[in-house]
């Protein structure tokens, strides 16, 4: 390799990624900058509503020279994220932790959309996995006897907020191939 390949790898290596970040634009969640791809994480059924102004002089001159590539200015449905306090644990594992469920039984998953009301109490809404019907109402029961949550404020006052609930037993394993059937 001569001394030009080098120099236009070393370039590509190092410039285009460096041009890559430096295109996205400034993104606003709630009236406070995110970094970084963070806003990708915000679940869409918690965007109250979405703007993307242009890369013009008055976006720039507001936002500042980071808003050349525009301005994502994103409104959630909350001011205050509803919060479970399960002594560090997530929502998820404190109901796994409140299932009696032996290695011997199979390897079996469930999946609930759930809301935390207003007053901070959940309710499963809808089922969108089970794998047993055995985990599935242990779930139901874990679910109904759990603390109340702290709920979601917006402007001082609680708002509902959707979430999922995803439990596998038992942990650490996985789950089994899905069987197919191939029709000839």
């Known amino acids: 390799m001569n001394a030009r390949t080098i120099l236009l790898s070393l370039f590509v290596a190092v410039a285009l ?25 915000i679940p869409p059924a918690e965007i109250e509503s979405m703007e993307q102004l242009p890369a013009d002089e008055q976006t720039v001159a507001r936002y500042g020279d980071e808003a050349s590539n525009g301005v994502i200015i994103i409104t959630l449905k909350y001011d205050t994220k509803a919060s479970f306090d399960g002594g560090g644990r997530t929502f998820d594992r404190y109901v796994a932790e409140r299932i009696r469920w032996d290695a011997t039984d199979p390897v079996a998953r469930v999946v609930y959309r759930f809301r935390v009301l207003r007053d901070g109490r959940v309710e499963l809404t809808d089922l969108l996995e089970s794998t047993d019907g055995r985990l599935r109402r242990k779930v139901v029961r874990a679910v109904e006897e759990a603390p109340r949550w702290s709920p979601a404020t917006k402007d001082g006052e609680p ?23 191939i029709l000839l």
């Not at 970040?21 to 963070?38: F, K, L, S």
């Not at 959707?162 to 650490?172: A, F, I, K, N, S």
């Open 17 to 41: 990624p460096l041009a890559a970040q430096q295109r996205r634009p400034v993104c606003i969640v709630n009236g406070e900058p995110y970094e970084g791809d963070a806003f990708r994480e």
């Open 159 to 181: 708002v509902e907020t959707e979430h999922v609930l995803r439990v596998q037993l038992p942990e650490g394993r996985a789950m089994p191939p899905e069987r197919a059937v």
